[in-house]
């Protein structure tokens, strides 16, 4: 593997890495439970549609979904074993999906930064966060579809394989 593709890839890994550890270590410290809440399973919350996002705020639940998509685009690249031609390429692709999660980082900051204000958020301020984000995934996928069509274009058909069907195990 040569050192530039394994360096571009830590770089990928690191960014979507700092992003939600920038963004967790400016959330609130969580209040302390109560007794109750406390003596309580902690598979209760499922029942009430959250489970392990009961705690989380809307804007990092957001944040957290962008880094997951990051670490997606990071590994996919790292897996393609990609050649000197196709790099070139893979770098716009790159930039274009970066520059389209940071649109959507964008969205994601208008969210409420305390788990706590999650209740506040009425059914219109939810409805409008899903058509900004729809509008600006749309906007990246557009963006972006060019770069992928050229890179798509010079692939093998075993790289095809894995990017036609990247959750394929077998």
């Known amino acids: 593997m040569n050192k530039m593709k394994l360096a571009g890839a830590a770089m990928l890994a690191a960014?979507?890495?700092?992003?939600?550890?920038?963004?967790?270590?400016?959330?609130?410290?969580?209040?302390?439970?109560?007794?109750?809440?406390?003596?309580?399973?902690?598979?209760?919350?499922?029942?009430?549609g959250w489970g392990r996002?009961?705690?989380?705020?809307?804007?990092?639940a957001c944040?957290?979904?962008?880094?997951?998509?990051?670490?997606?685009?990071?590994?996919?690249?790292?897996?393609?074993?990609?050649?000197?031609?196709?790099?070139?390429?893979?770098d716009k692709v790159v930039a274009a999906t970066q520059a389209a999660q940071a649109n959507e980082a964008k969205t994601c900051a208008v969210?409420?930064?305390?788990?706590?204000?999650?209740?506040?958020?009425?059914?219109?301020?939810?409805?409008?966060?899903?058509?900004?984000?729809?509008q600006a995934q749309l906007q990246g996928l557009q963006q972006s579809m060019p770069a992928v069509q050229a890179l798509y274009q010079t692939l093998s058909p075993e790289q095809k394989a894995l990017v036609d069907h990247p959750f394929h195990r077998g």
């Open 53 to 60: 996002w009961a705690n989380v705020s809307p804007q990092q």
């Open 63 to 90: 944040v957290d979904r962008i880094a997951r998509h990051a670490g997606f685009v990071t590994a996919i690249g790292f897996k393609l074993n990609l050649t000197d031609a196709q790099k070139p390429l893979w």
């Open 111 to 134: 969210l409420p930064a305390s788990a706590d204000d999650r209740g506040k958020m009425t059914i219109i301020d939810r409805l409008n966060h899903r058509q900004a984000m729809m």
């Open 15 to 48: 960014a979507s890495l700092g992003v939600p550890v920038l963004a967790w270590s400016q959330s609130p410290a969580p209040a302390p439970q109560s007794q109750a809440a406390q003596d309580r399973p902690a598979h209760g919350d499922r029942h009430h």
